[in-house]
């Protein structure tokens, strides 16, 4: 039997060693973001210093993650998948390492910038997934992925808390030795999934970070559909860039209290993601579920944003399931407006956006909440990266409206 052949039947350990790299590539990004605001407040003076570097920190990492995505699927295709794995395993191990280590903010710095060119394994396990499943069974394992990209996600941030609230510090070395343990792994127990003679060569628009954009900006017949997934999905980077240090001035939330809310986000979005989405599109059709969970997430902006006790979070947390669901229907619609054979390219743009967002949305956001740092903690002002998520909500189901209403009466392409 061929080499060629071989790669393409399933192989247990090879795909293990791929889920266990999602994993922990997620779960170290969640282990921060309860502990890093923190962090940065031992180095700086006063909360408006600290919202100010740590919104260019997370900025840092999202420009990072922005530049070498591309960059590292193009050099798996070309050098081979597991190189590229262990370069992102051994890339984060040292970054966790060099944050745990970190004596200043420029060691901070220096950190987020090794993280955030590390980090972007996730094209690159599910080509080496590809690599190693029958067709057959691809499906099944880009599935496997997923749930490995959410579940670290989920565990991260409430590991980080409880880790946290013991030291600081803490968080960092249990994903650091997690990351050195699967390079390890990966180094002496996992084989190459890309024979020599299927690799190609570097082109320009493989690695051009902006080419997923462009592309995007081309395709006018759907053109307000991208506008919505962009406001909604900046508003979504705004949270996630802004929650903890929100949290933390308004009602003295520690690391562990953070990380259960972030984990009661990821609970809930799952249930709704993996469990309810069917039952929701058969319910209401893709084009009302969207302008539902739009209309759930302005709404809970604003809540978040007027919250008085801390209690409340939870409670607006759990009122808001419609809106994990408005991501995945958006997808649907646009992806219903590209053939098959585009797919791949029209999803990796779609990335691309968030990508961008994970760059602009924490510099605004934390500019936002730094300017009201100095407010006492019930103003109503200190909400302000929220009520700024709501207003793009606002506009995006204003955009969306404008847009069905349009596509309905045949003046755009459906």
């Known amino acids: 039997m061929s080499s060629t052949a071989s790669l393409a039947r399933p192989s247990a350990g090879n795909l293990n060693f791929v889920l266990i790299c999602v994993f922990i590539d997620m779960l170290g990004i969640g282990l921060i973001v309860p502990v890093l605001p923190a962090l940065v407040g031992e180095f700086v003076h006063g909360r ?3 919202a100010l570097w740590y919104g260019v920190l ?3 990492f999202g420009l990072m993650q922005f530049l070498f995505m591309p960059m590292v699927g193009a050099a798996s295709d070309r050098l081979g998948r597991r190189p590229i794995l262990l370069y992102s395993m051994g890339g984060m191990c040292i970054n966790f390492l060099a944050t745990a280590w970190a004596p200043n903010l420029a060691c901070l710095f220096i950190g987020r910038v090794i993280g955030g060119a590390s980090s972007a394994s996730m094209s690159v396990a599910s080509a080496y997934a590809s690599d190693v499943t029958g067709p057959e069974d691809r499906a099944k394992s880009f599935g496997k992925i997923g749930a490995a990209f959410g579940l670290g996600f989920v565990c991260g941030p409430v590991l980080g808390g409880l880790l946290g609230n013991v030291s600081l510090h803490l968080p960092f070395y249990v994903a650091a030795g997690l990351s050195a343990a699967n390079f390890v792994y990966g180094y002496f127990a996992v084989p190459e999934s890309l024979a020599p003679g ?9 690695i051009h970070p902006f080419a997923g954009l462009a592309r995007l900006a081309r395709r006018r017949e759907i053109r307000g559909l ?3 997934y962009t406001l ?3 508003a979504q980077m705004m949270l996630h860039s802004t929650w903890v240090l929100y949290t933390t001035f308004r009602f003295g939330w520690t690391p562990r209290d953070n990380g259960i ?4 986000v ?9 469990g309810l989405l069917a039952i929701l599109i058969r319910r209401f059709g893709e084009v009302r579920l969207s302008l539902l969970g739009l209309a759930s997430g302005a709404v809970t902006y604003m809540l978040y944003g007027l919250a008085t006790q801390g209690w409340m979070m939870y409670v607006f947390i759990l009122c808001n399931l419609l809106a994990f669901a408005a991501g995945p229907a958006l997808q649907g619609i646009i992806s219903k407006t590209t053939g098959a054979g585009e797919q791949g390219e029209l999803m990796g743009s779609l990335q691309s956006v968030g990508s961008l967002g994970v760059v602009l949305m924490p510099l605004l956001g934390t500019f936002l909440l730094g300017a009201a740092s100095h407010l006492p903690p019930q103003d109503w002002r200190v909400g302000g990266p929220f009520f700024l998520c709501a207003g793009m909500q606002a506009v995006a189901i204003f955009v969306a409206h404008r847009y069905f209403r349009a596509r309905a009466q045949g003046r755009v392409k459906a």
């Open 261 to 264: 809310a972030m984990f009661c």
């Open 266 to 274: 990821g609970v809930a979005s799952i249930v709704v993601q993996a």
């Open 48 to 50: 408006e210093q600290q």
């Open 226 to 228: 991208v506008v919505v």
């Open 58 to 60: 997370s900025a840092v």
């Open 232 to 234: 909604v999905t900046f």
């Open 198 to 206: 299927r690799r190609k060569p570097f082109r320009f628009s493989d």
